[in-house]
Each structure stands twice: as C-alpha cells, then as structure tokens.
C-alpha cells in the first residue's frame, strides 16, 4: 500500500516538474523577444557606463595637463592669460566650465578665485571661490577658504570672512596656517568691537596649537623668555 502511494506521489512530483518546464519554456518563447531586448539593453548600459568612464578619465588627464600650463601664467603674475588663456592655454575660467565633473574643473576654479583676488575682482573672485568645492586635504583647501574670507572682507561681508576663516582653520588642523587664519578671524571681530569673540579666537589659538609661532616668545639677554605674541593680542581685547 505504501508502495503505491510512494509511487503516486513520484508520479504527481514528475508531473509537476514537467509542466513547470513546459510552463518556463511556454514563457521564455512567449517573452522571448523582449528577454533578448532586456539584455541587449543592458549590455549597452554595461558597456556605455565603462565607456563614459573612460571619457571622462581622458577629459580629466586632459584637463590636468592644461591647469600646469595655466601655473606657470600664475607663477609669472600674469593673471589675465591665466584667466583667459592664449592660443594654446584655454584659461582657468574655460576650464572651469568647460571641463564639469573633474577633479580639474574643480582645481581650476579655485585658481580663476586667486587669479581675481589678485586682480582685486573680489566678486568674481567670489562667484569662483564658492563653487569650489573644498577637499580633506590640509593645505590647498584651505587657503583657499582663507583666499574666499579675505575677499568677504575686502567687499564688507565681515560675519561671512570671519565664519569661512574659521571653517579654514578646521580644515587645515596644523600649527602653521591655522592659527594664522584665526589670527585673521579674531582681527575682523575686533575691528566690529567684538571683544570677547576675538578673545576665544586667540585663547584657541593658545591652547589647540601650541606649536605655533604667535605662542613662542622672544628669549632676552638675561634668558628670559617672553610671552608669545598671542598674549598681546589677547591683552588686546580687554582694553
């Protein structure tokens, strides 16, 4: 008894299997031509997206090669070719709109802001300055964030200089340059006669970087050691 209802119970299993087969294959035949389309489709996505990789790595190098022909322009002070290019250069500017989504693109928008600011065009500088985007890196990053408050300031946008100084201090984290743009932030505040903010610049300055040269004074004839200039700037602020 057992026997036969074991070998009815393969039976019906077969069964299942086989129309499940023919279920799949009716499908596949019914479907066939949009599964091929499918997969068609996404070949060309697969290849075009290796494709517009490639392109944009060749725009990038391409670019790249340009922004060294446009430091030396930088290097020799000739901002205006450095901006607008020669016949062979194209100019930061181009570069910066002409070369989107790089690395490049991004580099040379912060040289057509310096470029400006050192033409004293505070607001291109600016509109330059703003797009673009700061890095984790601790040095070029932040300049230029102290190169966008500086032009702030130049302009009268105090509040906006001192907050993008602060935001470059952070970003820089060292001894050498951070202190300097606080240094630079707490100066804006007291020329507003914001005492007491100033203050917290300078005391940060004293504490979080003790490395820095505003904390180490002068060494007298008699060996003496003097405070570091960052304790005149902090008596500064209490007059």
């Known amino acids: 008894m057992s026997t036969k209802n074991e070998l009815k119970k393969q039976n019906k299993q077969a069964a299942d299997t086989n129309d499940f087969v023919s279920s799949s294959e009716a499908f596949l035949i019914k479907n066939q031509k949009k599964i091929i389309i499918a997969l068609v489709a996404l070949v060309i996505l697969i290849a075009g997206f290796f494709l517009a990789k490639n392109l944009l790595q060749n ?3 391409k670019a790249q090669t340009l922004l060294t022909q446009g430091l030396t322009y930088v290097q020799q002070g000739d901002y205006d070719k ?14 910066a709109n002409g070369y989107s989504f790089t690395d490049a693109s991004n580099i040379a928008k912060l040289w057509a802001g310096i470029c400006y600011a050192k033409k004293a065009d505070f607001k291109q500088a600016i509109k330059f300055l703003e797009d673009f985007s700061p890095k984790s890196d601790h040095m070029i990053s932040p300049a230029g964030l102290a190169t966008l408050a500086n032009c702030y300031a130049e302009i009268g946008e105090i509040d906006k200089a001192v907050k993008t100084f602060e935001k470059a ?6 001894d050498a340059t951070s202190p300097e743009y606080l240094l630079q932030a707490g100066v804006l505040l007291q020329s507003q006669n914001k005492q007491a903010e100033a203050a917290k610049l300078y005391e ?4 979080d970087y003790p490395g820095s ?6 060494v007298t004839a008699d060996s003496i050691i003097e405070d570091g200039l960052i304790e005149a700037y902090i008596e500064s602020t209490k007059e």
């Open 213 to 218: 040269s505003y904390n180490f004074g002068n």
């Open 59 to 61: 725009r990038e190098d």
């Open 82 to 95: 450095a901006l607008n290019g020669d016949n062979v250069f194209p100019g930061f500017v181009k570069i």
């Open 204 to 207: 940060k300055i004293k504490s």
């Open 169 to 174: 201090a952070k970003l820089a984290d060292n």
